[in-house]
């Protein structure tokens, strides 16, 4: 998907972008007959950016000199209250240029693989094609607001390809049957608690059937079965650079750790390490209830997950404090109640499994609470 660049790479591709953009090589050039053009699909990578792969579009052109990368991946950090704007969803990502060399040595360096399909179309596509990407980088059409399933740098890909054969040839062809959530996670081997946050974060969007193309791969797997005027589209699958996924190890960052966590606080039986627990829990859902309501992700909507993560959990520790258990017998009881809601929405979901976890652990401490503070009937012999 989408990749960060550091300010210094990002500011090299502006001084090439403004280059490239202003010289005579730009809009007035004509592509020989010996010309390609390509859709470049990038490995997965071990950093959270990195994580889904990229998509990126190749001209080359040995006659007039022509070997540039088109790259729709690249936001400023330098941005004006940038953490908010990404929240927000309204942060805007844009287009920058590299030459194919440093293109492959970045990733040659990072040792991911590379992939190559040479877009199977007539000369005058290939020009116009040519032509559109230009226009899109002069004109600032490059510059789009970041959605992660709707818009990114696989979805720019397909846009601008189908825009230039008036149609819209390039359509997903595999995995229509399956959530987003369900393709997504796979993508996630070795980084648990990557899965474990976006399981709880994504909503009720990414519950649907994935029928449009998001990632990488399903632009490179749907390419392969394409046809454009009675011919494939992208014949070939060239691979330019090929490395192993080797899964991220690390010591921390797995089911092990998840799992010693919340037999703690399963087993310390102290008020005071059940109340740390829920309150945590509840600060968590402040979190999901103000993105629910300030951000333009729509996979950060209708987030059922705060029945498991509910904002009341925070008012244990007002109860305690003024010493009213029947107000926290009945909060209690309210939460276990949304737990057992909250299970009959998870039945059948890719996540049920890595939340379950967290659902018990709430549970045992929230019927202990309970129990705690049942008001006792005295029993008169």
Sequence with gaps: MSRNFSSLKKNISLIALI?????????????????????????????????FGHTALRVEDSINGIDVVYNYGAFDFNTPNFVMKFIKGDLQY????????????????????VYEQDLNIPLELKQQLFENLQTSLSSGESYYTYKFIDKNCTSM????????????????????????????????????????????????????????????????????????????????????????????FSWWNNPSTYSIVLLFFIFVRKKSIS??????????????????????HL????????????PSLLLFLYFYWIKNKK?????????????LVYIFFLIGKAHFIIVLPLVI?????LVRIAIQNKKRIPIII
């Design 94 to 113: 844009f287009a920058v240029t590299n030459s194919y060399r440093d293109f492959i040595n970045q990733y040659q360096y990072e040792k991911r693989s």
């Design 275 to 296: 109340l740390f627990y829920l309150s945590i829990i509840g600060v968590i859902s402040l979190f999901f209830t103000f993105v629910g309501f300030y951000s333009d």
């Design 157 to 248: 890909v397909v846009d601008i390809i189908n825009k230039t054969l008036k149609t819209s040839a390039i359509t997903k062809r595999e995995n229509t049957e399956i959530t987003y959530r369900t393709i997504l996670y796979p993508y996630f081997d070795g980084h648990f608690y990557e899965k474990l946050g976006t399981s709880i974060i994504f909503g009720k969007k990414v519950d649907q059937l994935g029928t449009q193309i998001f990632l990488p791969f399903e632009l490179q797997k749907s390419l392969e079965k394409v046809t454009f005027q009675n011919v494939p589209l992208a014949p070939q699958n060239k691979t330019i650079l090929e490395f192993s996924n080797t899964k991220a």
């Design 361 to 365: 652990t709430s549970g045992i401490l």
């Design 299 to 310: 996979e950060l909507g209708y987030n059922y997950n705060i029945l498991l993560f509910n």
């Design 19 to 51: 280059l490239f953009s202003c010289s005579s090589f730009g809009q007035n050039i004509e592509l020989s007959k010996d010309s390609h053009v390509s859709v470049i699909t990038c490995g997965l990578g071990n950093e959270s950016y990195s994580l």
């Design 327 to 339: 107000a926290i017998y009945r909060l209690a009881g309210f939460n276990i109640f949304c737990l």
